[in-house]
């Protein structure tokens, strides 16, 4: 037997806890079951299991290397699945969590054209602006806006995006245009803030030139649903990315202030959990809006590489 062969009868062992029991799993004999398991403890030259009258238990050494050989037959079996799906045509369902206001405009009215190009895959979205837990939810893939440091999740950027002070035209008739970033004190801004108590502080830069602006305002939303019908309803000025105004600013129902000068980029990532090979049915997912004209496409997309 090869060794995935044998690492599996170990990793059956450890969770069976019966010799018996992994034959009868894999169709061999009992002494052949407890053979390989001593060739396997002879060449790694250490004791991996226990064995007493109430079964099998792993040492401290075969606990160790028990959950790295789990985590390498997942990957060798996702392997399999992948190339399955290849040869197959991708199928069954595919998890993704994705920011609510990013989905409702630039990826829900497209999926007609994804879901017509795989007809034996279903797609179920999370829509949340939160940092939802990708394991506990069974989440596939996750889409996420902005700076991305949780260790225990693989990021890769996928695109990005301007950021924009914005208002709507009757708006600035009333208040007049600011004519430079500090000019923003005197207006109405609407914050978006999905975290109470969460400060918000912007970085204005034309040239050489840099200002940093403090954001103050008499209306904050949790949620960016909420800031782009403030903004809209004439309440004050936001500030957010091209994506989050999409729709108005082509139809010229926001314009921009302060075009001249530049605010940090908003950038859109990919995520999984460290450890986990990007699927076959993630993968296509991620082309997909990686291709959406709405999204852009670009060399830092190397979400889909």
């Not at 002879?42 to 606990?63: I, K, M, Q, W």
């Not at 108590?197 to 949620?223: H, K, N, P, Y």
């Not at 004050?236 to 302060?258: C, K």
Request: some cysteine; aromatic content about 6%.
């Amino acid at each position: 037997m090869d060794r995935l062969g044998v690492m599996e009868v170990f990793v059956l062992a450890v969770e069976t806890g019966s010799f018996s029991a992994v034959g009868r799993r894999l169709g061999l004999g009992q002494p052949t079951v407890s053979k390989l398991i001593a060739q396997l403890e002879e060449r790694l030259g250490s004791r991996l299991l226990l064995r007493s009258t109430r079964g099998l238990a792993p040492t401290e050494a075969g606990e160790a290397y028990y959950r790295r050989a789990r985590e390498i037959l997942a990957q060798v079996n996702e392997a399999d699945a992948m190339v399955q799906q290849c040869r197959a045509g991708l199928s069954g369902r595919l998890r993704v969590s994705a920011p609510v206001t990013f989905a409702r405009l630039h990826i829900i009215p497209h999926l007609s054209n994804f879901l017509r190009e795989h007809p034996g895959l279903e797609l179920e979205i999370l829509l949340d602006d939160g940092n939802v837990d990708l394991i506990s939810a069974g989440i596939d893939v996750a889409l996420r806006l902005g700076e991305q440091a949780d260790s225990a999740l693989v990021a890769r950027r996928l695109s990005r995006c301007e950021m924009r002070v914005l208002g709507t035209p009757a708006y600035f008739a009333a208040r007049g245009m600011p004519a430079s970033p500090q000019g923003l004190q005197d207006h109405d801004l609407v914050l978006y803030s999905p975290k109470p108590g969460m400060g918000q502080q912007w970085l204005f830069c034309r040239g050489d030139e840099r200002i940093a602006v403090r954001g103050r305002g008499r209306l904050t939303l949790s949620a960016a649903e909420g800031m782009r019908a403030a903004v809209l309803a004439g309440l004050g000025l936001g500030i957010a990315s091209e994506w989050m105004f999409a729709p108005e600013l082509a139809r010229g129902e926001v314009v921009v202030a302060l075009p001249g000068w530049q605010l940090p980029t908003l950038e859109l990532w990919t995520l999984l959990p460290a450890g986990r090979e990007l699927s076959a049915k993630a993968r296509a997912f991620l082309t997909f809006v990686a291709g959406l004209p709405s999204v852009g496409q670009g060399p830092e997309h190397a979400g889909v590489e």
